[in-house]
């Protein structure tokens, strides 16, 4: 069975750095797209940062410069570094990844438990 298992998360002062790792749990062919999300108490889910296979990253722009996303593609794990992390940024941070598990079989979007961010002094 495929799962995603996030790591990192925890309370830190505002400020202050988190590093999240997300790896691939299971036999899977290959991994493409890979991202973080994040939703705090009462919003929706938003998109935090995406890259690619090819390591093109993308980010919101609440987090363009102060957070970076890289990948490892041989240990089908993705980072997701958080520096001057602020109150806001406080939320419950989920992996997102889209893997083929077989040579032959299609794409699949998978998602992590989630692992929360706490942003306070």
């Known amino acids: 069975q495929v799962q995603l298992v996030e790591s990192g998360g925890g309370l830190v002062q505002p400020g202050g750095s988190l590093r999240l790792s997300c790896v691939v749990s299971?036999?899977?062919?290959?991994?493409?797209?890979m991202g973080w999300y994040r939703q705090a108490p009462g919003k929706q889910r938003e998109l935090v940062a995406t890259?690619?296979?090819?390591?093109?990253?993308n980010y919101v722009d609440s987090a363009k410069g102060r957070f970076t996303i890289s990948r490892d593609n041989a240990k089908n794990t993705v980072y997701l570094q958080m520096n001057s992390l602020k109150p806001e940024d406080t939320a419950v941070y989920y992996c997102?990844?889209?893997?083929?598990?077989?040579?032959?079989?299609?794409?699949?979007?998978?998602w992590g438990q989630g692992t929360q961010v706490t942003v306070s002094s």
């Open positions: 997102n990844a889209e893997l083929q598990k077989t040579r032959s079989s299609g794409m699949s979007a998978y």
């Open positions: 890259i690619t296979r090819s390591h093109s990253a």
């Open positions: 299971g036999s899977i062919f290959i991994s493409y797209g």
